[in-house]
């Protein structure tokens, strides 16, 4: 572990009724070939077993990640760990890079938007509304700008739930495209396109209807053209 770490820890009351207040600082903070950056945690806990981040600021470079929520790890008025960790949580995100963090990634572009997870890791609600920039990842795509909105429910083998996906100026390697648009429901295995919009040239669009099963491997979609 590189770096310097600071930092206070109350703890009050007996095993039934525990209380603790945690302020963390971290500054250059690093493993291995992992560049952390500096951190700063404020948090709090109760016989409840839940933990309550006020503060959670990572900043590495130009990249940022502010966060905030609760987490009960363990079970109430017990060092008994809940398996099912439920949780409320927040993160928001600006001009995060990879690069900041591993500098062998050789993929580029910023992320910046907002994560909000609720539930626990059995039934999870997730908001995701995130924008990328200058995405670039080596032999998959190149991309000015990227948009994603989401709101699924579930868990990852069957979620449920709706989203929206933007893209323009796509280099796929061995396709360039003006833009890309998505609407897609999922309902627990089947992702439905409501429709998948491709401009393939400035005036010239591919739509796509119909759906798709990842667990199935299976398929149904029709294609039209229009302009």
């Known amino acids: 572990m590189k770096g310097a770490i600071s930092g206070n820890v109350d703890i009050e009351g007996n095993m039934k009724s525990l209380k603790s207040g945690l302020a963390l600082k971290g500054d250059r903070l690093g493993f291995k070939d992992i560049a952390i950056g500096n951190l700063r945690i404020n948090a709090a806990s109760d016989p409840s077993g839940i933990i309550r981040i006020s503060e959670l600021n990572l900043e590495n470079q130009g990249s940022v990640i502010d966060g905030s929520g609760s987490v ?48 626990d890791i059995n039934n999870l609600n997730a908001a995701l509304d995130l924008d990328a920039k200058k995405l670039a990842i080596p032999k998959v795509i190149q991309a000015d700008a990227v948009s994603l909105t989401a709101d699924i429910k579930g868990n990852v083998k069957t979620p449920t739930g709706s989203a929206t996906l933007y893209g323009k100026n796509l280099d796929l390697g061995v396709q360039k495209l003006t833009g890309i648009r998505l609407n897609a429901k999922m309902d627990g295995k089947v992702i439905h396109l409501n429709p998948l919009r491709v401009e393939v040239a400035p005036g010239k669009m591919v739509k796509a209807t119909g759906w798709v099963s990842p667990l199935d491997k299976s398929y149904q979609v029709d294609l039209t053209s229009e302009g």
Not at 99 to 111: L, Q
């Open 72 to 119: 009960q790890v363990f079970q109430k008025n017990s060092f008994a760990v809940n398996s099912a960790f439920p949780m409320d949580l927040s993160l928001s995100l600006r001009n995060v890079e990879v690069k900041d963090f591993i500098k062998k990634v050789t993929a580029g572009g910023t992320v910046a938007g907002k994560i909000d997870v609720k539930g």
